[in-house]
């Protein structure tokens, strides 16, 4: 069961401008939401997560939102670069520290 | 702190034989959590052990097993192989903070 979904499996996004990427997830259990970004034959890198008791986490060019009760995250790429291109996967964990990822958006950003 | 090492890095088996994947996790950290990647499918989670104890298990049918020995070191063993088991297999370790570090990851590819 998908319990962490991404419903764009891609974002194509022209340098300088925003990047918005999705995720809604269904188990009201999970308490703590990551975002990993992933390039070609490495393994997912963390980039940025959020609490439930936030709203809202802010770190350089990357910020992440949090709606509870829409059970819905969204990452913000301001200004998008083209170093940003990668595949970007949303992960919620659960208390008992059991943790699941959405499927990933492909992120292009063109210069 | 050395990272999160995966061996082999890349593996090609043929059908019905079985696989052993390995997973060394960064020094201290007691959690090790496995995950499949396919394209579409994002990362699936496969189990997580904890100090030598299978603490969280996902969808996978029993042809997938795991294990932790007492130093942390993980192995994950595929038997029976099936062409769908090719992907790109990732181990995690975390500690008690919120984030998971990943290796690079064994790439199967199944024939």
């Known amino acids: 069961d998908q319990q962490v979904k991404q419903n764009s499996p891609s974002l194509s996004v022209q340098e300088g401008r925003i990047s918005i990427l999705n995720c809604d997830y269904t188990?009201?259990?999970?308490?703590?939401f990551l975002w990993y970004k992933k390039y070609p034959a490495e393994g997912p890198t963390f980039l940025i997560s959020i609490s439930s008791i936030k709203d809202k986490n802010e770190d350089g060019r990357f910020t992440v939102f949090l709606n509870k009760s829409a059970k819905h995250l969204s990452l913000h790429i301001v200004p998008s670069q083209p170093g940003d291109s990668a595949v970007y996967f949303c992960a919620a964990r659960a208390y008992n520290n059991d943790m699941r990822f959405g499927a990933g958006t492909r992120l292009t950003v063109k210069p | 702190k050395a990272g999160v090492t995966q061996t082999p890095r890349y593996l090609i088996k043929t059908r019905g034989q079985q696989v052993t994947l390995s997973c060394s996790p960064i020094s201290g950290h007691r959690s090790v959590s496995w995950y499949q990647q396919t394209p579409g499918q994002g990362l699936q989670f496969l189990f997580e052990?904890?100090?030598?104890?299978?603490?969280n298990k996902g969808n996978f049918p029993g042809r997938f097993s795991g294990r932790q020995f007492s130093n942390s070191r993980s192995e994950m063993n595929v038997s029976t192989l099936e062409l769908g088991d090719s992907a790109l297999y990732l181990c995690?370790?975390?500690?008690?903070?919120?984030?998971?570090?990943f290796g690079s990851g064994t790439r199967l590819t199944v024939v």
């Open positions: 052990y904890f100090s030598e104890t299978q603490r």
């Open positions: 188990n009201s259990m999970f308490d703590y």
């Open positions: 995690a370790s975390s500690d008690p903070g919120y984030g998971y570090t």
